[in-house]
């Protein structure tokens, strides 16, 4: 059962411009979510967090939106740089504090 | 720190044997969790533990699948006996806690297991 689903596989955008990575979920008992960014080889690392009493987190070009009636949360990257190039995971926490994590998105930003 | 360290890197083997995969955490930290990455499920929970104790192992596949972690500082996974579909990344991730139970989760580099 796929608690937090990432709907696009890919996505390609040009250096420069937005990149929004979306995520749904359906437990409604998460209220903490967060993206992960992982290059190959490597395993994912932090990347930006948001509890669910907000609805925007800002950390530089970083910026995750959740909208809680929609169950839906989304990455913005701007500007997106050649090095954002990764898959990025989103993922969602409950009280028990076990993360569940999506698909993933794999992002190519060219040049 | 080292950050979490995983053992082998790379493993292939063949249908039927038995396969360990081995963890470190960072130091200090008091939880840990195993994960399996494939193309058609992305990122699985199998198991995690908190001060080395099995919370929830509701994500272990089949009884054929294993976890142990007899102190702090180390854990395995462990497949007995190992099938072709059991080939993806496996990563291993720990946390800490410094007040807060939301403290990230920082993982491992992966062990990539093919099962032939």
């Known amino acids: 059962d796929q608690q937090v689903k990432q709907n696009s596989p890919s996505l390609s955008v040009q250096e420069g411009r937005i990149s929004i990575l979306n995520c749904d979920y359906t437990?409604?008992?998460?209220?903490?979510f967060l993206w992960y960014k992982k290059y190959p080889a490597e395993g994912p690392t932090f990347l930006i967090s948001?509890?669910?009493?907000?609805d925007k987190n800002e950390d530089g070009r970083f910026t995750v939106f959740l909208n809680k009636s929609a169950k839906h949360l989304s990455l913005h990257i701007v500007p997106s740089q050649p090095g954002d190039s990764a898959v990025y995971f989103c993922?969602?926490?409950?009280?028990?504090?076990?993360?569940?994590f999506g698909a993933g998105t794999r992002l190519t930003v060219k040049p | 720190d080292a950050g979490v360290i995983q053992s082998p890197r790379h493993e292939v083997t063949e249908m039927g044997q038995e396969v360990t995969l081995r963890c470190k955490p960072i130091?200090?930290?008091?939880?840990l969790f195993w994960y399996r990455q494939t193309m058609m499920r992305g990122l699985e929970l199998l198991i995690y533990?908190?001060?080395?104790?099995?919370?929830?192992d509701s994500g272990m596949p089949e009884d054929r699948f294993s976890a142990k972690m007899p102190n702090a500082s180390f854990s395995t996974l462990k497949i007995q006996p190992s099938e072709p579909r059991d080939s993806a990344v496996y990563f291993c991730?720990?946390?800490?806690?410094?007040?807060?139970?939301?403290?990230?989760?920082?993982f491992g580099p992966g062990t990539r297991l093919l099962v032939l």
């Open positions: 991730a720990s946390r800490g806690t410094s007040g807060s139970l939301r403290e990230t989760q920082y």
């Open positions: 437990n409604s008992m998460f209220d903490y």
């Open positions: 948001i509890s669910s009493i907000k």
């Open positions: 993922a969602a926490m409950a009280n028990n504090n076990d993360m569940r």
């Open positions: 130091s200090g930290h008091n939880s």
């Open positions: 533990f908190n001060n080395n104790v099995p919370i929830d």
